[in-house]
């Protein structure tokens, strides 16, 4: 009898190192020897060029998520406030829009919209079955371009623990809020929500000295596991019905671009072996597991393991209470506050405190120096935001955002201003522009380039 096949047993975890860190003596050899590709996503100096795309859940209270003031001169309202110290680095930019995420005729479901269209600015269907359908997500668009540059074409991370199938918001599939990242319309990009995965992916398992030989057996391995998916498909594939034939036809094409990770991964043979103890796993602490994530995105970019990066602090919708800051409510109860003062405080504290976190991140990237002497944050385009606006009425319009980094000196932070009714799109598509991707006519519901970023 032939082996069911199990699709999350062989897409889990492909990889196991980083390569070394971008070094003022590698970008002359690397600029005579990067082709295709691997040209993008560098500024001009040659040092690497990220992208980063960071959700918070439910919304914010649209009077304290804000800035006061415009151009240079503005300050940050209450929610933003832990950012103050990187004011010179950020963009606080009202007036972006998420229609796609709007009601229109299918009803309730904002916080699977809000999620599911984020970063694929289309309006996702409405489903609790497996016939899930959103869009190709930017920062895939973005990683089929500049992937193959780096040992990770992009890294999908999620502080929230979910179930992904099945239904979870008002007939909507719960793979829209467990999912930022889409590589096809049909096919999300599961998240890994576990810190030891994600730290045994980027430098392998074991101790400090054992990390080297653990890849060795983990790339032979990997090639096992994919001659034998290969095998049995093959098998499979005269009994399958013409949908079924198509669905694995799919899978197939999944496997086949894991098959090409590995050889990209293979032929970086410079491998560190950090002087860190492998995280033990999720940390009870909910404050201390953003850190955690937080901190190995820092190092997939610092070290030049990826690009591109996306992570979920939250799904849409999560009820999630915070005991860290006093808070016993769910979040998702209290952001329909229905403008109760002590409600809306508690959202405030909340807001704050996702905000402290990304002020931590900000800070970390800031404090790492790049092959060009600037700092990691400078070399970087990293949007923090919700597909929410006021989480108390479940409006699209005027987004709560903000836009860090220089993008390598091609952007102009330090301000606030209004984009006056953009698509989040237009912003997306102007980022790929500064990644060196070639330009897209039209992404998701845009209607142009966002000018002034």
Not at 112 to 127: C, P, Q
Not at 251 to 258: A, K, N, Q
Not at 317 to 335: K, T, Y
Request: proline letters at 5%; hydrophobic letters at 35%.
């Amino acid at each position: 009898m032939t082996t069911p096949l199990n699709r999350r047993r062989f897409l889990r975890g492909m990889g196991a190192c980083l390569a070394l860190p971008s070094l003022e003596a590698f970008l002359p050899r690397a600029a005579a020897a990067t082709t295709g590709a691997a040209r993008f996503a560098t500024t001009a100096s040659g040092a690497p060029l990220r992208m980063a795309f960071l959700y918070f859940p439910n919304g914010a209270v649209p009077s304290h998520w804000t800035a006061r003031g415009a151009g240079d001169d503005f300050k940050l309202e209450n929610t933003l406030a832990p950012l103050e110290a990187m004011k010179h680095r950020l963009q606080v930019i009202s007036g972006l829009d998420l229609k796609n995420a709007e009601p229109g005729n299918d009803g309730a479901g904002d916080h699977a919209r809000a999620n599911g269209s984020f970063l694929t600015g289309v309006r996702v269907k409405k489903t609790a079955g497996s016939d899930i359908r959103a869009g190709v997500s930017i920062d895939q668009i973005a990683a089929q371009h500049i992937g193959r540059g780096t040992r990770f074409a992009s890294l999908e991370l999620s502080c929230d623990p979910h179930r992904k199938s099945g239904g979870c918001d008002s007939g909507y599939s719960c793979a829209y809020e467990s999912n930022l990242a889409w590589r096809t319309p049909t096919s999300p990009l599961s998240p890994e929500s576990n810190p030891r995965l994600v730290f045994e992916r980027l430098f392998g398992a074991g101790d400090p000295g054992q990390r080297g030989e653990s890849l060795a057996r983990r790339r032979a391995q990997q090639r096992s596991i994919l001659d034998f998916v290969m095998d049995d498909a093959k098998s499979l594939t005269k009994e399958l019905t013409h949908r079924d034939k198509a669905k694995m036809d799919e899978y197939l094409t999944g496997v086949r671009e894991i098959e090409e990770r590995i050889v990209t991964a293979e032929s970086f043979t410079d491998i560190p072996d950090p002087d860190m103890a492998t995280p033990d796993g999720i940390p009870q602490a909910y404050d201390e597991y953003i850190r955690l994530m937080f901190q190995m995105t820092a190092l997939a970019f610092e070290t030049d393991a990826t690009r591109v990066a996306s992570l979920l602090l939250a799904r849409d919708g999560s009820n999630r209470a915070f005991p860290e800051i006093e808070v016993a409510e769910g979040h998702h109860a209290l952001s329909h506050h229905r403008d109760n003062a002590d409600m809306v405080h508690k959202v405030t504290l909340i807001d704050r405190f996702y905000a402290e976190r990304f002020a931590e991140f900000l800070s970390l990237i800031e404090s790492k120096k790049d092959a060009d002497g600037q700092s990691v944050l400078h070399n970087s385009m990293i949007v923090y935001g919700c597909g929410n606006s006021d989480g108390n009425r479940h409006t699209h319009t005027n987004l709560p955002i903000v836009l860090a980094g220089n993008g390598g000196g091609a952007f102009h932070p330090g301000r606030a201003w209004d984009a006056k009714e953009n698509p989040l799109c237009n912003l997306y598509l102007s980022m790929l522009d500064t990644m060196g991707a070639p330009p897209l006519e039209r992404f998701g519901d845009s209607t142009g380039r966002l000018a002034g970023v």
